[in-house]
């Protein structure tokens, strides 16, 4: 059985679409929602939220990286929020072009535990195909609930980088993590998504 079309009765409550720009309402959004993420997660990128100043860098370079095609945002939005949000990021390389990185993933608190993350899977293998990506890459702080999530939904360890990241003073190992494409698309088939 297939998940249910967007607005169909039991379709979830957001809709899940790639930005290709940052227009302000996005860039708002974008940040309201790492900012809560960061009141709970030290594990994207800062170790608690961020000033403003620090907030409008960031929407600034990703729209300038979303407007290059250098990079794509997928959100799930719900009115006014976003209740997902996450960057693929293709190799530049023409060796390499094959490859993407997902960096910045990350659920609204409250939304956690209900399977979104699984959802997002179709649309992303829908943006790999597009870009021919084949294989993706991600890496995360080793130890960390994301790291078994992404176990959990099938990425491999390839690698474990020492003092991957520095927060409060201490370090923490990076795990590095890759699937295919096509491993990607037979385990989306098998929970029935795509
Ligand atoms: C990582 C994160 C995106 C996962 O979001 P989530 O909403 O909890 O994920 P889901 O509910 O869709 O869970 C996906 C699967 O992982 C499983 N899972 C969740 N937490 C788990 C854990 N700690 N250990 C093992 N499996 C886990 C779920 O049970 C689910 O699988 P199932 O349907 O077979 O039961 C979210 O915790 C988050 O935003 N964390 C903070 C930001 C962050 O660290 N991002 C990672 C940067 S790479």
Redesign the pocket.
Known sequence: MKAPEEGAPGAPPYQLRWLDRLEPEHAKRYLELYLR?LE??S??GFAGPFDEATGQNIVRHLDAELRARRAHLLVAEAGERFL?QATCIQSGAPNNRHMAT????????S?????????TLPAFISKFRELGVDVVT????EG???E??????GFKPYGVLPDYARVHGKSYAGVYMYMTTPELVEIVRKRNLL
């Open positions: 993420v709970r997660d594990t994207v997902f997902v960096y910045r993933a990350m659920v609204d608190p939304e956690r535990g209900q399977g979104l993350m699984w959802r991600l890496d995360v702080r960390s609930p994301a078994q999530v992404w176990r959990h939904m």
